[in-house]
């Protein structure tokens, strides 16, 4: 069953996407499409936002690139699947008439607002294909219809009837590969909007307080409406981490997985972190402080500059880099990983 499945996943991130194109594509060698074109929001099968430039972004055609398919679906209202450039890696996007006219096998909703309509989508499907649950932030199980959960974060109280899988999002390791060099004196946060939320204002005040406290070093910080801007696709996001000597990751509210945290860890770079924000979060196994990270629980802006230069020393440094990349690995494998999910999807409901 599933041997070369036909899915649809919608577009939460470009990381998490990119995640399930590596498994359900390059793994299993099957196709993967994420919803494009309007009428998935005006049939209210796509709710994540109602702003219209948000719709836009997630749903609009401009950037994409019609694929031909009359061969393989001559029925089809040309165009219906589109081919995209996404920040350095490939993506097929596909109509609402398509959708219903492929053979479809898997339907992902990776947002809790999609489970009502994309169980909608299953149910009404010629194929009846099966839905999952796709968790990657701080979420539980709590819809009773519900009935498959792929988890790569800390979920609760999952219940007895869920099929579920706990595993860790996919990345490419040869784009994010171990570097084991002293970085200038740079410090680089790729939070995004770490500048503009307000939820994360007051370590953002934090952060340039240090930043003012340490004027020889490079404070910088990276996405969407970041002040130093957006670090484009995953070659990008791999420069920022491997350039800086450590990567501040005071995330409030944590990750469920958090792809800096893994990223920088894959490249063997020390995090400044506050540990409150991971006591249930799955980013957790990586940090222990001064072994693997710097922990600023509770200190002063000088305390945190005192701390950086302490483990800035060029033997100290290179101890918390090995051991960052040696507990990634420890970890963290794709490869078992990978057969384990081919074996959950086998065995959906």
Same mark, same amino acid.
């Given at each position: 069953?599933?041997?070369?499945?036909?899915?649809?996943?919608?577009?939460?991130?470009?990381?998490?996407?990119?995640?399930?194109?590596?498994?359900?594509?390059?793994?299993?060698?099957?196709?993967?499409?994420?919803?494009?074109?309007?009428?998935?929001?005006?049939?209210?099968?796509?709710?994540?936002?109602?702003?219209?430039?948000?719709? +836009?972004?997630?749903?609009?055609?401009? *950037?994409?690139?019609?694929?031909?398919?009359?061969?393989?679906?001559?029925?089809?209202?040309?165009?219906?699947?589109?081919?995209?450039?996404? /920040?350095?890696?490939?993506?097929?996007?596909?109509?609402?008439?398509?959708?219903?006219?492929?053979?479809?096998?898997?339907?992902?909703?990776?947002?809790?607002?999609?489970?009502?309509?994309?169980?909608?989508?299953?149910?009404?499907?010629?194929?009846?294909?099966?839905?999952?649950?796709?968790?990657?932030?701080?979420?539980?199980?709590?819809?009773?219809?519900?009935?498959?959960?792929?988890?790569?974060?800390?979920?609760?109280?999952?219940?007895?009837?869920?099929?579920?899988?706990?595993?860790?999002?996919?990345?490419?390791?040869?784009?994010?590969?171990?570097?084991?060099?002293?970085?200038?004196?740079?410090?680089?946060?790729?939070?995004?909007?770490?500048?503009?939320?307000?939820?994360?204002?007051?370590?953002?005040?934090?952060?340039?307080?240090?930043?003012?406290?340490?004027?020889?070093?490079?404070?910088?910080?990276?996405?969407?409406?970041?002040? +130093?801007?957006? /670090?484009?696709?995953?070659?990008?996001?791999? *420069?920022?981490?491997?350039?800086?000597?450590?990567?501040?990751?005071?995330?409030?509210?944590?990750?469920?997985?958090?792809?800096?945290?893994?990223?920088?860890?894959?490249?063997?770079?020390?995090?400044?972190?506050?540990?409150?924000?991971?006591?249930?979060?799955?980013?957790?196994?990586?940090?222990?402080?001064?072994?693997?990270?710097?922990?600023? +629980?509770?200190?002063?802006? *000088?305390?945190?500059?005192?701390?950086?230069?302490?483990?800035?020393?060029?033997?100290?440094?290179?101890?918390?880099?090995?051991?960052?990349?040696?507990?990634?690995?420890?970890?963290?494998?794709?490869?078992?990983?990978?057969?384990?999910?081919?074996?959950?999807?086998?065995?959906?409901?």
């Amino acid at each position: 069953m599933y041997a070369k499945p036909f899915v649809l996943a919608d577009f939460h991130h470009s990381s998490l996407l990119q995640s399930l194109i590596m498994l359900f594509e390059g793994r299993i060698g099957g196709s993967l499409f994420r919803p494009i074109g309007t009428e998935w929001y005006t049939h209210g099968l796509w709710r994540m936002s109602t702003h219209p430039n948000v719709v +836009d972004q997630f749903l609009g055609v401009d *950037e994409a690139t019609p694929i031909i398919t009359s061969e393989t679906l001559p029925d089809l209202t040309y165009p219906s699947i589109y081919s995209y450039q996404d /920040a350095g890696f490939s993506h097929k996007g596909i109509t609402l008439e398509a959708f219903y006219r492929m053979p479809m096998d898997i339907v992902i909703a990776s947002i809790p607002e999609h489970i009502e309509p994309f169980r909608h989508l299953c149910n009404t499907h010629p194929n009846k294909p099966k839905l999952i649950f796709q968790i990657g932030n701080s979420w539980t199980v709590k819809d009773k219809h519900v009935r498959n959960v792929m988890a790569s974060a800390i979920v609760d109280e999952v219940p007895s009837n869920v099929h579920f899988i706990r595993y860790h999002q996919e990345f490419d390791l040869s784009v994010f590969s171990p570097d084991f060099s002293y970085p200038d004196r740079n410090i680089n946060s790729l939070i995004n909007c770490f500048a503009t939320a307000g939820h994360f204002s007051s370590d953002w005040k934090l952060f340039e307080q240090v930043e003012q406290l340490m004027p020889d070093w490079a404070f910088r910080s990276f996405g969407g409406e970041c002040r +130093d801007g957006n /670090a484009e696709g995953p070659t990008g996001v791999a *420069e920022r981490i491997s350039e800086a000597r450590f990567i501040w990751h005071t995330k409030n509210g944590g990750d469920g997985y958090g792809h800096v945290i893994y990223n920088s860890a894959a490249i063997a770079r020390p995090l400044i972190v506050k540990m409150e924000y991971y006591k249930d979060q799955m980013g957790k196994e990586l940090m222990t402080d001064g072994k693997t990270c710097v922990a600023i +629980d509770g200190l002063s802006p *000088e305390e945190i500059v005192q701390k950086i230069v302490f483990y800035s020393d060029e033997k100290r440094y290179a101890a918390l880099c090995k051991n960052i990349h040696s507990n990634f690995k420890a970890k963290v494998d794709f490869n078992s990983e990978a057969k384990a999910l081919q074996k959950f999807i086998k065995q959906l409901k």
